[in-house]
């Protein structure tokens, strides 16, 4: 079955739409060349003397499609072609409008509540703590509105996996995710996925509401190939890290770190750097507005780095350790610092934005085209007031030894005539 047209389905049995629906399928199945038995029969189970989803008949439909109700009907739409008589998709939203909202409202994430069909894309989902503040705060109006949300999360841990300990997605939470109704939550989960080679996964959206990712992983986001050769993050991460090795625990392959005398194990990719251009380019490619949160000090000024117009900030080959930072970004070094937790500013109110993000090495997307950021907030601390968080914002305030992180809301653009 035609993954897309299946998907495009989900609308046509939401509740405000399945007394239509169903007629539309009755009048189809009865001027259709089925044997008569059979016509009579999916009439049968789809009803006609109700404007109600009781006019459903359950044990018919799924004696005759084999499966239960909703899936039944979605297919129905799609093999008696009602899915392409559709109206075409919603335009994207502009990001001109995207940036406005932004500016005139605390939280970005009250912008689903504005979009006719909300989506959002969460990479490194986790135990999906974020997923379930943000239905806890948004789903019930969304609901009442008559929208469906689709609520889509991608994580590296594979499954059943020994190692991430508490970074696994919470069983909990999958069960009541996949319990709500299916016409007002369209929720998955993926993992042992990299967020960098989503291009096989066909039931993802090629474009999301929003993207987010929370606590973008270190190293992975935290030294851009573009700019640092292998031999120096390499050597980085021995002096900062330890020596490492791969093993083999209880048959699975995972990563062995010498740290301070100690022996951490991790999964196997944990040193595998895709560098912050990756993020930020599946970011701008995917949503019309993306929200990196829990940024720590680290991966922060390397993702800087690289939405910045003036390359002298991304020095070749130079890692950006504490002592260097303030040579290296000068007065936006100095700006952004003073920030006290809770304030945020523009960054183009500081610098320059840069006009043309080039494309990353290790982000494998079919979308082609060239983006930018038109829009780049930068606020200080984890967690704020009215916004959903995910567990790791909310270890930050016990962090004694860390400084307080970072928060960037961007709104991407296509470069014209790139």
């Not at 259709?32 to 009439?43: A, D, F, N, Q, T």
């Not at 989902?125 to 999360?153: C, I, M, R, V, W």
């Not at 996996?161 to 996949?178: D, I, K, M, N, V």
């Not at 400084?403 to 991407?412: F, M």
Request: proline share 9%.
């Amino acid at each position: 079955m035609d993954p897309v047209a299946w998907e495009s389905a989900r609308k046509l049995v939401h509740r405000s739409r399945l007394s239509h629906t169903l007629d539309r399928l009755v009048e189809r199945i009865q001027h259709s060349p089925l044997p008569g038995m059979l016509r009579e029969g999916l009439v049968a189970g789809l009803g006609t003397n109700s404007a109600s989803a009781s006019r459903i008949d359950p044990a018919r439909l799924k004696e005759l499609t084999g499966l239960p109700p909703t899936k039944a009907i979605r297919s129905l739409c799609v093999y008696f072609a009602l899915v392409r008589e559709e109206a075409p998709p919603s335009c994207e939203p502009d990001p001109h409008d995207v940036e406005a909202f932004v500016q005139q409202n605390p939280s970005p994430y009250d912008f689903l509540l504005q979009v006719e069909e909300p989506s959002l894309l969460d990479l490194g989902a986790g135990d999906l703590s974020f997923e379930e503040e943000l239905l806890d705060h948004y789903f019930p109006a969304l609901k009442q509105n008559g929208k469906a949300l689709t609520l889509h999360a991608v994580d590296r841990l594979q499954p059943g996996s020994q190692l991430g300990g508490a970074y696994h997605a919470s069983p909990e939470r999958l069960r009541r995710f996949t319990c709500d109704a299916p016409d007002t939550l369209h929720f998955r989960f993926w993992g042992g996925v990299d967020m960098t080679d989503l291009s096989s996964r066909p039931h993802l959206l090629a474009h999301y509401t929003m993207v987010t990712c929370h606590a973008p992983a270190t190293p992975t986001f935290a030294y851009e190939p573009t700019r640092l050769s292998p031999a120096t993050i390499h050597s980085h991460l021995t002096k900062t890290k330890g020596e490492s090795r791969t093993v083999r625990i209880r048959g699975e392959e995972a990563l062995e770190v010498m740290h301070r005398g100690r022996r951490l194990t991790f999964p196997a990719w944990k040193f595998v750097v895709q560098g912050p251009l990756a993020l930020l380019n599946l970011a701008a490619r995917r949503g019309a507005l993306c929200v990196f949160a829990a940024v720590d000090d680290e991966v922060f000024w390397e993702i800087l780095a690289q939405l910045v117009e003036d390359p002298g900030m991304r020095p070749p080959d130079v890692v950006f350790t504490p002592d260097v930072l303030p040579e290296i970004f000068g007065q936006v070094h100095q700006d952004l610092s003073s920030l006290k937790v809770g304030e945020r500013c523009h960054l183009s109110d500081v610098t320059p934005l840069r006009q043309n993000l080039p494309a990353s090495t290790t982000l494998r997307e079919r979308n082609p085209g060239t983006c930018r950021f038109r829009y780049v907030e930068i606020r200080r601390g984890a967690v704020f007031p009215g916004m959903p968080a995910g567990s790791t914002a909310r270890q930050f305030r016990h962090m004694s030894e860390e400084v307080p992180p970072w928060h960037l809301v961007l709104v991407p653009e296509r470069v014209p005539g790139v």
